[in-house]
């Protein structure tokens, strides 16, 4: 059986059932009609040739990806969590269609596909939101929530989320317009009952207010160096309608909200059925909105955050997966760090599975077991630079005596 190859573009590198046309340039070359076209568009610019007629528009630079080719790149990156990586896959994928759309004639305007990602500590929240962004080429800022606080209060206002994302753009606008900020620890700004707080909740619900206008879409002051506003400075006027927002948190106790809500109505065999099928141990993944409100997060921010997912606890399988198999596995990192040494690693299965054993007693998920791979190797990457060695093997017995030497066991 023949393997039929994929004609790409030499310029771009797109294959052709993704472009309008692809010309055979000769000698195994071949070339867009995209690219065709922004030649054309520079050659007016520079001068070169006479502009005969209007150009139609393109999308610029972004690395458009289906789906399908979303989750498969982030497949090689994140471990498991299939539900969280299809949601974020087609949210993305329908937000980037969405500004590449080259008419609004008909009246139709596609809405935001912003997103809140539900799940426990190391689970894979920012990896996933960092993996995306790369996959797409697209600035990508990661802002701390718990920082923030409403104007005229010590620390950040909300405005700051959008100076990192500048930043992150190198101060191009445009490009900052169209990319993505990743909103860590939203959770912590949850206000602290269910009814409205009779005192000023500076650091929670006033937050919560200020994101408003920012993940729905409005003209911003932005400063361009970060910090606090003052009167007499410049600002970078900002539009947010086509910047991505991705909001993660663990939710540290949403689980009794959602099994309160799950055991309200309890009346019917149905029900008594329905109940005994659920997953007790992980109930996260019954989340709805209005789990999310009883937690602490006011109405208008969860309407501003349509995609609503979650990511599974890692259990020992997905932990041993994460130590070998991504493409930047932390076995990966540290063969390729002895090799720039000219040291060849290589672990014995017994001793990954020891590695594995105590980051399931630890409980951090894959940071977890990032800190034990850290506590096995720093006596060996202290003393075999410069030395003879050419070949270590990690064991079950090395591992478990640097553990306790660490402090770990």
Same mark, same amino acid.
């Given at each position: 059986?023949?393997?039929?190859?994929?004609?790409?573009?030499?310029?771009?590198?797109?294959?052709?059932?993704?472009?309008?046309?692809?010309?055979?340039?000769?000698?195994?070359?071949?070339?867009?009609?995209?690219?065709?076209?922004?030649?054309?568009?520079?050659?007016?610019?520079?001068?070169?040739?006479?502009?005969?007629?209007?150009?139609?528009?393109?999308?610029?630079?972004?690395?458009?990806?289906?789906?399908?080719?979303?989750?498969?790149?982030?497949?090689?990156?994140?471990?498991?969590?299939?539900?969280?990586?299809?949601?974020?896959?087609?949210? *993305?994928?329908?937000?980037? $269609?969405?500004?590449?759309?080259?008419?609004?004639? %008909?009246? =139709?305007?596609?809405?935001?596909? +912003? #997103?809140?990602?539900?799940?426990?500590?190391?689970?894979?929240?920012?990896?996933?939101?960092?993996?995306?962004?790369?996959?797409?080429?697209?600035?990508?800022?990661?802002?701390?929530?718990?920082?923030?606080?409403?104007?005229?209060?010590?620390?950040?206002?909300?405005?700051?989320?959008?100076?990192?994302?500048?930043?992150?753009?190198?101060?191009?606008?445009?490009?900052?317009?169209?990319?993505?900020?990743?909103?860590?620890?939203?959770?912590?700004?949850?206000?602290?009952?269910?009814?409205?707080?009779?005192?000023?909740?500076?650091?929670?619900?006033?937050?919560?207010?200020?994101?408003?206008?920012?993940?729905?879409?409005?003209? *911003?002051?932005?400063?361009? $160096?970060?910090?606090?506003?003052?009167?007499?400075? %410049?600002? =970078?006027?900002?539009?947010?309608? +086509? #910047?991505?927002?991705?909001?993660?948190?663990?939710?540290?106790?949403?689980?009794?909200?959602?099994?309160?809500?799950?055991?309200?109505?309890?009346?019917?065999?149905?029900?008594?059925?329905?109940?005994?099928?659920?997953?007790?141990?992980?109930?996260?993944?019954?989340?709805?909105?209005?789990?999310?409100?009883?937690?602490?997060?006011?109405?208008?921010?969860?309407?501003?955050?349509?995609?609503?997912?979650?990511?599974?606890?890692?259990?020992?399988?997905?932990?041993?997966?994460?130590?070998?198999?991504?493409?930047?596995?932390?076995?990966?990192?540290?063969?390729?760090?002895?090799?720039?040494?000219?040291?060849?690693?290589?672990?014995?299965?017994?001793?990954?599975?020891?590695?594995?054993?105590?980051?399931?007693?630890?409980?951090?998920?894959?940071?977890?077991?990032?800190?034990?791979?850290?506590?096995?190797?720093?006596?060996?990457?202290?003393?075999?630079?410069?030395?003879?060695?050419?070949?270590?093997?990690?064991?079950?017995?090395?591992?478990?005596?640097?553990?306790?030497?660490?402090?770990?066991?």
């Amino acid at each position: 059986m023949t393997k039929k190859t994929t004609v790409k573009c030499s310029f771009c590198g797109k294959p052709e059932d993704r472009v309008p046309l692809m010309l055979n340039g000769g000698n195994g070359g071949y070339i867009c009609s995209n690219c065709v076209q922004q030649a054309y568009t520079l050659l007016v610019q520079e001068g070169a040739i006479p502009a005969t007629g209007s150009v139609p528009e393109s999308n610029g630079d972004l690395n458009l990806m289906l789906p399908k080719e979303i989750k498969a790149k982030l497949d090689e990156y994140v471990i498991g969590q299939d539900e969280a990586k299809i949601a974020m896959s087609v949210a *993305v994928y329908n937000h980037y $269609k969405r500004l590449s759309q080259k008419t609004k004639d %008909d009246g =139709v305007e596609i809405e935001k596909s +912003n #997103i809140i990602m539900l799940g426990s500590t190391g689970t894979g929240k920012t990896l996933l939101a960092r993996t995306v962004a790369r996959l797409l080429e697209v600035p990508f800022a990661i802002v701390d929530a718990t920082v923030l606080t409403e104007a005229g209060y010590v620390g950040e206002d909300v405005e700051s989320i959008l100076s990192r994302l500048l930043q992150a753009a190198d101060y191009n606008q445009e490009k900052a317009e169209r990319g993505i900020v990743f909103i860590d620890e939203i959770d912590k700004i949850a206000r602290k009952g269910d009814n409205p707080s009779i005192t000023r909740d500076v650091s929670g619900e006033g937050v919560q207010q200020g994101l408003l206008k920012l993940l729905e879409g409005s003209i *911003v002051n932005v400063p361009p $160096k970060g910090g606090r506003k003052h009167p007499d400075q %410049d600002y =970078v006027h900002l539009d947010t309608h +086509n #910047i991505l927002f991705i909001c993660g948190g663990a939710f540290e106790g949403i689980e009794r909200k959602i099994a309160q809500r799950l055991n309200t109505h309890t009346v019917g065999f149905d029900n008594v059925q329905a109940r005994h099928n659920l997953d007790s141990r992980n109930l996260m993944q019954y989340v709805q909105p209005q789990d999310l409100r009883k937690f602490g997060l006011i109405p208008e921010l969860i309407g501003r955050l349509p995609v609503v997912t979650y990511l599974h606890p890692l259990d020992r399988e997905a932990l041993r997966n994460i130590l070998t198999e991504p493409k930047n596995s932390l076995i990966r990192q540290q063969k390729k760090l002895f090799k720039m040494d000219g040291v060849e690693l290589k672990f014995t299965d017994e001793a990954l599975e020891t590695m594995v054993d105590k980051a399931v007693e630890r409980g951090l998920g894959a940071r977890g077991l990032r800190g034990i791979v850290e506590a096995v190797m720093t006596d060996l990457q202290f003393s075999t630079p410069g030395s003879d060695c050419k070949e270590i093997t990690i064991t079950a017995e090395y591992v478990r005596e640097q553990l306790k030497k660490s402090e770990v066991l």
